[in-house]
């Protein structure tokens, strides 16, 4: 049997909203994002994710600025493609910016952004980001469809909405949509990351899909954290990304002896 060529690098991105959630349960400044954030540096987290809301219910203008400047890692700033929110990203020029959908009402983002409902819209926000040096993804569920409308904006990078995945009782057929759209998403020259319910026990599967490239991942670590710690939390995880990474490309050698 052939041995198995190098699986590509896979990055974990922490998002740390929710350590300002509990910051923002009391008005003061306890416990820090930013402090978080460099132990999941030190963990060996490559990048952050922090969603800057329009009702700013958790991250605050203020964290931004810091999180670039204290931090050290790439910064990836969530955000509706809403006027205000890409003059914020322009002026903070952070690594870069995935374009989410985002309602009031919604305790967390619950679905990926209808790209191909809103190309017009999107077009305009993506092109003003890509002008001033910024990356910029687009979360969406694993749709063709959408997947084929971020090529037509101009999306390098799109992140495909695990929710459905992580939340369904029999994972099979949900792991095959992201699967198939991670695929596609390589077909049309688009960076595919991924991200939204996953967790040390369900992680594996989305990681062995060997298109992804990145994994955003935040609220199960943060919730872990009250447990083992943030910086244990993060090892474990990357340890499980590891052995799903390598579980894919096995099961890939094993397929392509097999096809021989």
């Known amino acids: 049997m052939d041995k198995a060529p190098p699986a590509a690098p896979l990055r974990l991105g922490v998002n740390i909203d929710h350590v300002a959630t509990l910051r923002n349960a009391r008005g ?3 416990p820090d994002p930013v402090r978080a954030a460099l132990m999941a540096k030190l963990a060996g987290a490559d990048g952050i994710t922090a969603h800057l809301r329009e009702d700013r219910r ?3 203008d203020a964290d931004m600025p810091r999180l670039m400047a204290e931090v050290g890692l790439p910064l990836n ?7 205000e929110m890409v003059a914020i990203a322009r002026r903070l020029g952070p690594h870069a910016v995935c374009l ?3 309602r009031r009402e ?3 983002t619950e679905g990926g952004l209808d790209v191909a409902g809103s190309v017009d819209a999107l077009h305009g926000a993506v092109g003003s980001l890509l002008d001033a040096g910024i ?3 687009l979360f969406i569920d694993p749709d063709p469809a959408q997947i084929d409308a971020a090529a037509a904006v101009g999306a390098p990078v799109v992140e495909l909405h695990t929710g459905a995945y992580a939340e369904a009782s029999d994972a099979s057929a949900e792991l095959a949509r992201l699967a198939a759209a991670a695929a596609r998403a390589e077909e049309r020259g688009i960076e595919c990351h991924a991200g939204h319910g ?3 026990a369900n992680v594996g599967p989305v990681a062995a899909i060997p298109q992804v490239r990145e994994l955003n991942i935040g609220h199960f670590l943060v919730g872990e954290a009250v447990f083992i710690g943030l910086d244990e939390a993060v090892r474990r995880m990357r ?3 590891a052995r799903g990474r390598q579980a894919g490309t096995i099961a890939k050698t094993i397929a392509g002896g097999q096809r021989r």
């Open 198 to 200: 996953l967790t040390e």
């Open 239 to 241: 340890a499980a990304m």
């Open 28 to 30: 003061g400044r306890h």
């Open 100 to 102: 989410v959908p985002e």
């Open 77 to 83: 700033m969530e955000m509706a493609a809403t006027a």
């Open 106 to 108: 919604e305790v967390t």
């Open 58 to 60: 958790h991250i605050r």
């Open 135 to 137: 990356r910029v993804s």
